[in-house]
């Protein structure tokens, strides 16, 4: 099953429309899909149920009881309705969101039967979901001649306990797709996501989340206004190298290894998607964008192909992306606190 994304019946996981801003595997669709379609291609149509964590079978040997088992913080799990495989353990008062009415929360913001979604899919069991909507009816934002980043809504699921729904602003650079993900700053003061923890009626919750639309032209302007800064900022190669090695790294031993991942990310800034575009190379800008593109395209990821696309976008990739654009902002001084998101 190359990369994870086929199950046994052959369905992929991931279905995507365009040139996505994630690895082009799975089912490629014709234009951007709606909900019903996601559900359907990225084999996404089906349901997860919770049931007792323990059950007491009075012939196993060493049986605990069902009021010792009923004490414990987490005593339900949550798996697939379809197959039985499980997904996680949870609390008791965890109440779980079908993949059907996380999906019908973006067609409450854009409308039934829009044509909005990109990509869609799960990773691993189907413990994360996610859908990628185009904002398409709003201008994107040009940080350069030719440079323009678009938006994109982003909504995220658990069915394994780990985090709540979330719906967050993805900003994403065109001229090479790469996902400019997380929030700094002024950012981060309630702009950049609405998540819905899994407790009580989600799907009645999720509902009024609408307030995300209204967020969305704040966290944009400031976008813009970083990323256009970020544009404007020189820096010589001792700078350039400092930014790289501590985005990558967390302190500041030297090593061949790391000197050589510094180089990779050198070389990006030269050769990369979009760093022949006038005035990239050379600014924090570029290096940001050579990060970026190292994340979601070079990185060798622990697992190897079959893990990047949920390290680059939900792990450990993720976090490299947030503490470069951290680092960045502070190169320009945007915003007096600054915090990873």
């Not at 069902?66 to 997904?87: C, M, N």
């Not at 090695?245 to 050769?271: N, P, Y």
């Not at 993720?318 to 502070?330: C, M, P, S, T, V």
Request: net charge negative; glycine share 10%.
């Amino acid at each position: 099953m190359s990369h994870m994304i086929e199950n046994t019946d052959g369905r992929a996981n991931i279905a995507y429309a365009g040139a996505t801003p994630w690895h082009q595997l799975g089912q490629k669709l014709d234009a951007a899909f709606d909900a019903d379609t996601a559900l359907k291609e990225a084999n996404l149509d089906w349901e997860v149920e919770v049931a007792p964590l323990y059950h007491k079978d009075p012939d196993a040997v060493g049986t605990v009881s069902e009021d010792a088992f009923a004490k414990s913080t987490k005593s339900q799990i949550v798996r697939r309705a379809d197959t039985g495989v499980e997904l996680g353990a949870v609390g008791m008062k965890y109440s779980a969101l079908q993949n059907r009415d996380a999906f019908g929360f973006f067609d409450g913001l854009f409308g039934k039967d829009a044509c909005r979604y990109e990509t869609a899919g799960f990773t691993g069991n189907g413990e994360r979901i996610w859908l990628l909507a185009n904002m398409a009816d709003q201008d994107p934002i040009e940080i350069l001649p030719d440079d323009v980043v678009q938006k994109y809504l982003l909504l995220t699921n658990s069915h394994d306990g780990s985090y709540a729904a979330m719906a967050s602003f993805t900003p994403i650079r065109v001229v090479c797709n790469n996902t400019l993900t997380a929030a700094v700053g002024k950012m981060m003061a309630g702009n950049s996501k609405v998540s819905v923890k899994h407790v009580g009626e989600v799907a009645d919750r999720l509902k009024f989340a609408g307030k995300i639309l209204a967020q969305a032209g704040v966290f944009y302007d400031e976008v813009r206004d970083l990323f256009q800064a970020f544009a404007k900022k020189q820096l010589n190669g001792t700078q350039t190298r400092q930014y790289i090695h501590r985005t990558l790294f967390d302190d500041d031993k030297e090593s061949k290894s790391r000197a050589g991942k510094v180089e990779e990310i050198e070389g990006l800034m030269q050769t990369g998607r979009g760093a022949d575009i006038k005035g990239v190379r050379g600014t924090v800008w570029g290096t940001y964008n050579a990060l970026t593109e190292y994340v979601d395209h070079h990185k060798v990821y622990r697992g190897g192909e079959t893990k990047r696309l949920e390290a680059s976008q939900f792990g450990t990739g993720r976090n490299l992306k947030a503490k470069a654009l951290k680092i960045g902002a502070e190169l320009v001084s945007y915003g007096k606190e600054i915090e990873l998101n």
